[in-house]
């Protein structure tokens, strides 16, 4: 199991599957997984259903690497048909600061998704 500290790179660890899940994310950014020190988490899969029934919703799921407020794209205007599921089942790495936003569209502005979030935590406190 990977180590991310410097400081002492030989403690040993715990590995917990967890999950979070959010209830109608819409035309605002919310963090769907955040970052903690001395952690690695490891998404295995993010599941977003629009809800709302529009035809026109999109949605963009950003990472901000290092606290930044500059983020990277990982989906940008994704459809997602009236009641339909995405699932998104890419192994991404976060640490420390490192945050995974995802934010809702429609021309009506009434977007609205529900996300389920799973992901291992590797913790080395």
Same mark, same amino acid.
């Given at each position: 199991?990977?180590?991310?500290?410097?400081?002492?790179? *030989?403690? =040993?660890?715990?590995?917990?599957i /967890?999950?979070?899940?959010? +209830? &109608? %994310?819409?035309?605002?950014a919310?963090?769907?997984?955040?970052?903690?020190?001395?952690?690695?988490?490891? *998404?295995? =899969?993010?599941?977003?259903?629009? /809800?709302?029934?529009?035809? +026109? &919703? %999109?949605?963009?799921?950003?990472?901000?690497?290092?606290?930044?407020?500059?983020?990277?794209?990982?989906?940008?205007?994704?459809?997602?048909?009236?009641?339909?599921?995405?699932?998104?089942?890419?192994?991404?790495?976060?640490?420390?600061?490192d945050?995974?936003?995802?934010?809702?569209?429609?021309?009506?502005?009434?977007?609205?998704y529900?996300?389920?979030?799973?992901?291992?935590d590797?913790d080395?406190?």
């Open positions: 199991m990977a180590n991310p500290s410097e400081v002492n790179p *030989t403690a =040993s660890g715990k590995e917990v /967890r999950r979070q899940y959010y +209830d &109608g %994310i819409g035309e605002s919310v963090v769907v997984l955040q970052g903690v020190a001395d952690h690695i988490m490891t *998404t295995v =899969s993010i599941i977003i259903c629009e /809800r709302m029934g529009l035809s +026109d &919703g %999109i949605f963009h799921m950003i990472f901000y690497p290092d606290a930044s407020s500059t983020g990277l794209y990982m989906l940008q205007d994704q459809s997602l048909p009236s009641t339909q599921t995405f699932i998104f089942n890419e192994k991404v790495a976060i640490t420390n600061t945050a995974i936003k995802i934010v809702g569209e429609s021309v009506s502005g009434t977007a609205g529900d996300v389920w979030v799973t992901y291992i590797q080395f406190s």
